[in-house]
């Protein structure tokens, strides 16, 4: 028979439990504007029940806290962190497209390029009405150079802002190092925790955190499984494995973490002819492989990085082996075939039959009506006779893909419309065909005209260009004075 107060005792159970209750929703209250936090709950068990020796063998002894532990589903969680993914992509997408859209505004009536472009040509219609006049030449002069200056300065701030985002990304990579050792750290201690039977919610939280904020870098899953005891399976040890991915590759392994490391193209691997030196490539620290920076997911922010520095839309060279040697790769079938359109640098990389090489420079062929035929790489390697079979006729891409309107894509658009446009200029003031009196114009003097607008060569200022039709030979000046008003001379430099 049970004591005279052993329902003093269950009522004594109940209260105890209730002010464990109390606390916690205290504690939830307390937390209520604290980032990460979740909601903690009390979990009750009825009491071991007594043995009475009655008809009904035994009677309830009250309630007991078990434990306490977070209200989390990891299902929510993922879907959190998916959604912060595409944010953290969008939304820097969008800040430095805003950048973007800012430099070819047209709302500044000083600077907008319907601005320059209408001064000028309102000056050469001025000059046309009274060509002689030395003020009027030097007014159409002075407007041209506006022209210039405008697309000048455009690259330039284009140029600098690619040069932002690669800082950017560096940043970015340091935060995910950082992030990844934390977590194993706090797996640790959470594991030592609840080995010993407790919950550590708090740690939780902390790493549920940083899981959040990585999730809008990169794209990030997370799994965690528990720990079984090999002898007895059905026990639990209260530890886990917890591992996270980012863009599909493993980040934490538990107690384990991989870091990655920004390296710096070389002057050989550039993928667009626009872009600066020393653009950055993510790897992996432990083994040197390349971080998968632009997966077919959301990618966060760090996707929005690579395609708003690096896309060019697709629109770079695609063609086919036709010839090899030990150390060239000749290409026919080519993508872009107008020699205006072309965008490949100096010296870049180029990737056939699944590997990467790199060139020093090209050469090109065209027909009668100036259109590229074949290229022909020379390489800062030598193929071996195997190689040299292996690569005829295989699909050939110079430098990367990357299916966004990115710098590059701008850059290139400026280009293109910068070529055709010089051309056709020039071809007013040097002719169609020979360099004679009846083909070209004179100055004041009765010399032959040279062209209006001409481009410095990007890796040696000193050379400088004619910029004239495609199917005439690229003449190249040489001591010729940029200076001399009177030749009105004006420059673009690609």
């Known amino acids: 028979m049970s004591s005279t107060f052993f329902g003093l005792t269950i009522a004594a159970s109940g209260l105890n439990t209730a002010q464990a209750q109390i606390n916690t929703t205290a504690n939830n209250i307390s937390n209520v504007n604290t980032t990460g936090y ?15 020796y009655q008809s009904w063998g035994t009677t309830g002894t009250g309630v007991e806290a078990k434990s306490v532990t977070q209200r989390r589903d990891l299902y929510y969680d993922e879907k959190y962190w998916n959604n912060s993914s595409a944010l953290g992509f969008y939304e820097k997408k969008k800040y430095y497209m805003d950048q973007i859209e800012d430099y070819f505004s047209e709302t500044n009536k000083d600077s907008g390029f319907t601005t320059v472009y209408t001064k000028m040509f309102n000056a050469m219609s001025t000059l046309q009405g009274n060509p002689g006049d030395d003020t009027v030449r030097k007014q159409f002069i002075s407007t041209a150079k506006q022209v210039t200056e405008y697309f000048n300065q455009l690259a330039t701030k284009l140029d600098d802002l690619q040069n932002s985002i690669n800082d950017e990304i560096k940043t970015a990579v340091d935060d995910i190092n950082s992030i990844s050792e934390k977590l194993a750290i706090l797996t640790k201690q959470i594991n030592i925790i609840e080995q010993g039977g407790g919950h550590a919610n708090e740690l939780r939280d902390q790493r549920s955190v940083l899981v959040d904020k990585l999730s809008k870098l990169v794209d990030v899953s997370v799994s ?3 720990v079984k005891n090999s002898n007895y399976p059905d026990m639990q040890t209260g530890a886990t494995y917890y591992t996270v991915y980012i863009n599909g590759q493993i980040l934490v392994d538990t107690y384990e973490h991989n870091t990655l490391e920004v390296v710096s193209r070389e002057l050989d691997q550039n993928h667009n002819q626009s872009d600066i030196d020393g653009l950055y490539e993510i790897i992996w620290t432990q083994d040197g492989n390349k971080f998968n920076s632009t997966p077919n997911g959301n990618g966060g922010a760090m996707k929005a990085m690579f395609e708003v520095r690096d896309g060019n839309n697709n629109e770079n060279m695609h063609a086919y082996v036709a010839n090899t040697t030990g150390d060239t790769i000749t290409i026919n079938g080519l993508s872009i075939t107008n020699i205006n359109e072309l965008n490949m640098p100096t010296r870049g990389s180029v990737s056939t039959n699944n590997t990467e090489y790199t060139y020093n420079s090209f050469s090109y062929n065209t027909d009668d009506d100036g259109n590229i035929t074949t290229v022909t790489f020379y390489l800062n390697q030598t193929l071996t006779v195997e190689e040299q079979g292996n690569l005829i006729s295989k699909p050939l891409q110079v430098g990367d893909d990357v299916n966004y309107m990115g710098i590059p894509y701008y850059q290139n658009q400026m280009n293109l419309f910068l070529r ?10 040097i002719g169609e065909g020979d360099d004679t009196a009846a083909t070209r114009g004179v100055d004041l003097n009765g010399d032959l005209m040279n062209a209006f607008f001409i481009a410095k060569d990007k890796l040696d200022l000193s050379v400088e260009h004619q910029m004239r039709d495609s199917k005439l030979s690229n003449t190249i000046y040489s001591g010729h004075d940029v200076n001399d ?3 009105i001379t ?3 430099i690609f």
Do not use: G
């Open 38 to 52: 979740s909601k903690q709950v009390v979990n009750t068990v009825a009491s071991s029940a007594l043995r009475c």
């Open 224 to 226: 965690e499984v528990d």
């Open 420 to 429: 055709n446009f010089c051309e056709a200029f020039n071809r007013i003031e």
């Open 485 to 487: 008003e009177t030749k």
């Open 490 to 492: 004006s420059h673009i």
